[in-house]
């Protein structure tokens, strides 16, 4: 009877001891999905803030006289536009992750030396950029930076199949704290440092990138489905997931254009406003400049993306994109404060399209399509975005002929 009593004990210490390994193994995974998914996007966002010094800078401003970074001066009547739409570095951010994007799902799975070669070129885009002279190496920087994301994306997003679902979740939130703390960081760093410094601080991330994935995040020992016997818990077995060929995933595509085509249609317009159109709203004669309305508007709308992402809870689709054209064209609003608010919603409205995305399928899809459909799945918002940018070009162009309107209020 004792004997038998101690035995149930060991028993019973030996389950908390695992149960409580799984419990902190389980919050670690979940910790180094947000920070790894914060480091993918990172560098992604820092990019498109700074897009508008970048063609400041390389390429000229061809309707204001520009002084030491922030300081304009401004030609009244005239509306402040640089000779090259920033839409022209969405397309260099979002090109090269698109082409990533279709190709990656496709390819073997070598996870490892995949994110060995995003952390590479994360580094390698953030120098480029900030130590380029001429405008291809800036160009140039833009798209390694790009391929860094793209490959980071669909790599992850197919690896988290092996965690539990919950990592979607924190890997989406991460994403959206790197547009918070990407675009943050870099507004702010640019009021104290130049441009050029500015980005080489950030080299700081693509280490923090290695460091959570090779030490933070334990790594399955192979791929596996557990499959339940009569739903109880107790009772797995462990099978290994076969590897699908092309043709098998390809098969998969038709299934997954009713979570693709809205996700890319929200896409479209989010960054048809965000790259065709921010850089066109300008207040004057207030605290920020020109390029400082830029940087903090992107900031405002990252709180947006940071804060649905994080919640799990918001999916629309709103034709909020009239508001902004009306905005750069007539100068409707009176007052920057009321842009942010707008600012803010269209953030909220993208970032919970993109998490419940990937939250549904991570739900809704069999387990042994769910690696391939979540890779596939990523191109959905890089086509949206490439729509974005060639769209946003010839529209600043053409606002930019138009003489400044005097602005409602004033």
Same mark, same amino acid.
């Given at each position: 009877?004792? +004997?038998?009593? *101690?035995? /149930?004990s060991h028993v019973a210490d030996d389950v908390f001891d695992e149960e409580a390994i799984m419990k902190k193994t389980r919050w670690r995974n979940l910790v180094a999905f947000w920070i790894l998914g914060l480091c993918n996007n990172y560098g992604y966002v820092v990019m498109l803030s700074a897009a508008h010094d970048i063609l400041n800078s390389k390429f000229g401003n061809k309707n204001s006289t520009t002084g030491d970074d922030d300081e304009e001066i401004h030609v009244p009547g005239v509306r402040t536009c640089n000779a090259v739409s920033t839409?022209?570095?969405?397309?260099? #951010? =979002?090109?090269?992750?698109?082409? =990533?994007k279709v190709t990656a799902p496709f390819l073997p799975f070598l996870v490892h030396a995949r994110l060995a070669t995003c952390v590479l070129f994360s580094a390698a885009g953030f120098l480029l950029v900030s130590l380029s002279t001429t405008e291809w190496l800036a160009i140039l920087g833009v798209v390694i930076t790009s391929l860094s994301s793209g490959l980071?994306?669909?790599t992850l997003l197919s690896y988290s199949n092996q965690y539990p679902k919950q990592v979607i979740s924190t890997w989406s939130s991460g994403t959206g704290g790197a547009g918070v703390i990407g675009a943050g960081s870099? @507004?702010?760093? &640019?009021? !104290?440092?130049?441009?050029? /410094?500015? *980005? *080489?601080?950030? *080299? %700081?991330? $693509?280490? %923090?990138? @290695?460091? &959570?994935?090779?030490? =933070?995040? +334990?790594? $399955? @020992?192979?791929?596996?489905? $557990?499959? &339940?016997? /009569?739903?109880? #818990?107790s009772q797995e077995q462990?099978? +290994? !997931? $076969?590897?699908?060929t092309f043709r098998d995933k390809l098969a998969l595509v038709p299934g997954l254009l009713k979570y693709m085509i809205p996700l890319a249609l929200v896409y479209l317009f989010e960054y048809f406003i965000n790259q065709g159109l921010y850089e066109l709203v300008e207040f004057n004669d207030i605290w920020l400049t020109h390029k400082q309305q830029y940087r903090w508007l992107q900031v405002d709308y990252q709180i947006g993306v940071f804060i649905s992402r994080s919640s799990v809870n918001l999916i629309s689709i709103n034709k909020i994109w009239i508001m902004s054209v009306l905005q750069t064209l007539y100068y409707y609003i009176p007052n920057i404060w009321i842009v942010f608010a707008v600012v803010l919603w269209e953030g909220l409205l993208g970032g919970g399209a993109y998490v419940n995305t990937f939250y549904r399928m991570s739900t809704e899809i069999p387990k042994a399509d769910r690696e391939a459909s979540l890779g596939i799945a990523t191109m959905a918002d890089s086509i949206g975005i490439t729509l974005a940018g060639w769209l946003s070009m010839p529209v600043h162009n053409a606002i930019c002929k138009l003489p400044q309107p005097t602005r409602l209020g004033s």
């Open positions: 009877m004792g +004997k038998s009593s *101690l035995t /149930n839409g022209a570095i969405l397309l260099a #951010d =979002i090109l090269p992750a698109l082409a =990533i980071g994306e669909v870099y @507004a702010g760093l &640019t009021m !104290v440092l130049s441009i050029e /410094n500015t *980005l *080489l601080v950030m *080299l %700081v991330v $693509p280490l %923090v990138q @290695a460091i &959570t994935f090779w030490i =933070i995040l +334990k790594h $399955p @020992a192979h791929s596996r489905i $557990p499959i &339940t016997k /009569n739903g109880i #818990d462990i099978i +290994k !997931v $076969p590897q699908k």
